[in-house]
């Protein structure tokens, strides 16, 4: 039977952490080892963790990019699968672990990843970026690179071979994964492996994460480009897009009606200043992007997650 070790990152997840692990050890088939990556956190993250089994590995906030996080992790896991799972994930289903190892009995089978959906903390854009990109059907060899390290599987051996880039602002699923197939690996994406992904985010850390995760899409495609105009006309196309399925799911309230604009413009706001930076971040960038105030600060928290989930800027429309 394959070994699993759960990697999870982690920073200020005290509201979160505990639900993600209950739902792991409620599995009919159980991860075989918990590891915890901790980037600093002040709360009881850590604490919660240990008290669940999991094996704490530390990394610095100076020494902190998502692809070194996850090495450090699958540097420390014994499995021959990884399961990585963002903190403030859980999963639906006690078979959700099952369902997304079944991929690896095919030895082509490199990376999987699962479904994702919101709450109802969910940001209403948020939710129809992930109905986009997650959909309710399963496709066993997907033949493109999208993947999402918020709820996947690779294969270690895989990782062994390529692991992740580190110097990247975001995406390092993305560059995995493209690299995997170009060894010849598949990627498979499960639909019966879901999870709800719970992201509350302040307008500034959307617009950073679609800022950070299109600076690390232009180093992995260095082609891709994307004008004013088309960042324009993408926020417009979806706000317009998201205010019809508003209006017929019955849920074009006030809130609703303003933070749809909201979103879109951080989003493709962030995505075109990624875009256009011609030159790599500073570090006064990068701790904005890993580090928002709020965590220092000690005020609201938000999720470093990468994830976007992918919500990746793998531009809804034509960025290129």
Known sequence: MTKISAVIR?????????????????????PDELILVDSGSTDRTVEIARAEGCKIVNIAKNEFTFGRALNRGCEAATGDALLIVSAHVYPLYDDYLEHLVKPLGNE?????????????????SESRVMIKWFPKESIWDQGHPFSNNANALVRRSTWEQLRYRE????????????????????????????????????????????RREAIAYKNIYPDTKMSRTQAVNLAITNIVSDYWHAAREHKLQTK?????????????RGAYLGFSADRAPDVDLLRRFYYPPQWVAGGEHQTPGKEIDYSLVRPEGNAS
Do not use: M
């Not at 089978?109 to 209403?124: E, I, L, M, N, S």
């Not at 609703?256 to 493709?268: E, H, K």
């Open 256 to 268: 609703n009606f303003l933070d749809i604009v909201r979103f879109r413009f951080a989003q493709f």
């Open 108 to 124: 082509d089978v490199a990376v999987v990843y699962g479904r994702q959906v919101g709450d109802h903390r969910t940001k209403y």
């Open 167 to 210: 110097e990247l602002t975001g995406l390092e699923d993305l560059d995995f994964a493209k690299r995997a197939l170009e060894c010849g690996a598949r990627v498979s994406y499960v639909a019966e492996a879901p999870v709800v992904h719970v992201h509350e985010e302040s307008w500034e850390v959307v617009q950073n994460r679609y």
């Open 10 to 30: 982690a920073l200020n997840e005290e509201a979160h952490i505990g639900r993600l692990l209950h739902g792991l050890d409620s599995q009919t088939r159980r």
